[in-house]
Antibody, heavy 116, light 113 residues
Framework: EVQLVESGGGLVQPGGSLRLSCAVS????????MSWVRQAPGKGLEWVSL????????YYPDSVKGRFTISRDNSKNTLHLQMNSLRVEDTAVYYC?????????WGQGTLVTVSS | DIVMTQSPESLAVSLGERATVNCKSS????????????LAWYQQKPGQPVKLLIY???IRESGVPDRFSGSGSGTDFTLTISSLQAEDVAVYYC?????????FGQGTKLEIK
């Protein structure tokens, strides 16, 4: 059974940092690209980063480029998102998702709240 | 960036009736080299992981009931639920995976009339 479990969310002040993790099981992690997708309270879905199976050539939208870094540890089946210089508008539930054709598996998400 | 626009924003349909959600992309998501539309549909219910329903614009994901269907090509797409069931109450999103940044529609909230 495929499982994706996010962790690491919490309350952080503007300008602060947070590192999210996504532990995966049930499939060969290194063979798949993975993404982070976020959802602000009451809003829609926004893609925020993509990692290839090897971890090379990450992609980011302009909204987080230079502040967020996606990485992965294929030996531990874990995906990470390092978030720096956090802003109030980064407040959201952050989901990790497996990319195959579209995003075929999603986690339950972890809530990040940026507030003073 | 490719902008995805869904309509309507909300929809109320009677049980057993047809529900239709539209999605328009600001540029074509059809790859002429393989004739595939890089368009997916998702369902989001409270407390549950987001679920992939349709990919390549019209291919149903394994396990998705056949009352769900996708159609369209280029820039205009439709998700149809042929006979609405109570468990279909959810928010539905389209998404293009033709190019980064991947983008989603704003969502359509489907309710029972």
């Amino acid at each position: 059974e495929v499982q994706l479990v996010e962790s690491g969310g919490g309350l952080v002040q503007p300008g602060g940092s947070l590192r999210l993790s996504c532990a995966v099981s049930g499939f060969s992690f290194s063979r798949y690209a993975m993404s982070w997708v976020r959802q602000a309270p009451g809003k829609g879905l926004e893609w925020v980063s993509l990692s290839s199976g090897s971890g090379g050539s990450p992609y980011y939208p302009d909204s987080v480029k230079g502040r967020f870094t996606i990485s992965r540890d294929n030996s531990k089946n874990t995906l990470h998102l390092q978030m720096n210089s956090l802003r109030v508008e980064d407040t959201a539930v952050y989901y990790c998702a497996r990319e195959f054709i579209g995003f075929d598996y999603w986690g339950q998400g972890t809530l990040v709240t940026v507030s003073s | 960036d490719i902008v995805m626009t869904q309509s309507p924003e909300s929809l109320a349909v009677s049980l057993g009736e047809r529900a239709t959600v539209n999605c328009k992309s600001s540029q074509s998501v059809l790859n002429s080299s393989n004739n595939k539309n890089y368009l997916a549909w998702y369902q989001q219910k409270p407390g549950q992981p987001v679920k992939l329903l349709i990919y390549w614009a019209s291919i149903r994901e394994s396990g998705v009931p056949d009352r769900f269907s996708g159609s369209g090509s280029g820039t205009d797409f439709t998700l149809t639920i042929s006979s609405l069931q109570a468990e279909d109450v959810a928010v539905y999103y389209c998404q293009q995976y033709y190019s980064t940044p991947y983008t989603f529609g704003q969502g359509t909230k489907l309710e029972i009339k």
